[in-house]
């Protein structure tokens, strides 16, 4: 997955909803282009209601965050 979104929050994998058990494996996520204000470069972002999600062997490069989880605290 490369160069994800021009401006704001630029997520190359969004995992939202309710959904459970879902597993993101063995991918390559790049962001190839420099740093600039009017974008965030985010790999993998997680949202509340999502639960118990599977991270494997996945290669995360030149990204501001490599991974935002916004699910609460547990």
């Known amino acids: 997955i490369e160069d994800s979104g021009t401006e704001g929050d630029c997520v190359a994998i969004d995992i939202t909803g ?6 993101i494996r063995g991918n390559h996520i790049v962001d190839t282009r420099p740093a ?6 985010i790999g993998i972002r997680i949202a509340p209601g999502v ?8 290669a995360i490069e030149s990204m501001d965050e490599n991974l935002v989880d916004q699910r609460p605290a547990q």
């Open 36 to 41: 600039a204000p009017e974008r965030r470069r």
């Open 51 to 58: 639960l118990r999600p599977v991270l494997e062997a996945n």
């Open 18 to 23: 309710t959904v459970e058990d879902v597993i």
